[in-house]
């Protein structure tokens, strides 16, 4: 069997280089959080002022650009899981690291779902970053369980469906009326243990 190596883009080390990944990168992020995941990378690559054969120099697929699109969010976080591991209130890590991951999830139109492929598919760019947040997720649910704060039987996979949810409802929100936050606080009050509440 054959195992595919998805290409993780890398920023260049010649300045011209650097110049215009910096800019692609510029310009998608933005495109992603206007027009979602499937904004045209011809006007992206317009944006950025390169040529579409630039834009797939750097970023060969358009997976490849939204990992790097979306790179360091994942990476904050992984390090917010790792810093709220050794947190007093278990229950409390948990629930604001919810809350930053419905935050992320949500950047942009079709990211929910693009995350929740990755979290699973070895060939996707993003898998490694998502699969190193999924475990940071799955310990501090791991830990508010074993303090006896969270229902014993929810699992990781059930909690990334909860987090999918509702960056899902958040994604849909009018920009004035996110309803995500209620939504995350009536889950927690289902799925943690009657003595305690958040």
Known sequence: MTTVTPHIAQRPR????????????????KAFETDGSEASLENIAAQAGVAIGTLY??????ASLVEAA?????????????RLASSPDPLLALSEWMEQAVRHFSTFRGL????????????TPSHAMCSAMHHG???????????????????PDELFD????????????????DGSPRLLRLVLEGIT??????
């Open 14 to 29: 010649r300045a011209d280089g650097r110049r215009n990944y910096d800019a692609i990168l510029a310009a998608a992020r």
């Open 57 to 62: 120099r750097h970023f060969p697929a358009r």
């Open 70 to 82: 979306t790179r360091d969010g994942l990476a904050d976080l992984v390090a917010h899981a790792e």
């Open 112 to 123: 929910v779902g693009i995350l929740a492929q990755s979290m699973y598919d070895e060939g």
């Open 137 to 155: 997720g799955a310990d501090l649910l791991r830990a508010a369980q074993a303090a006896g704060l969270v229902r014993a039987d929810l699992t």
């Open 162 to 177: 909860i987090l999918s949810g509702a960056a899902w409802v958040r994604e849909q929100s009018l920009p004035d009326r």
């Open 193 to 198: 243990t009657r003595d305690r509440k958040p």
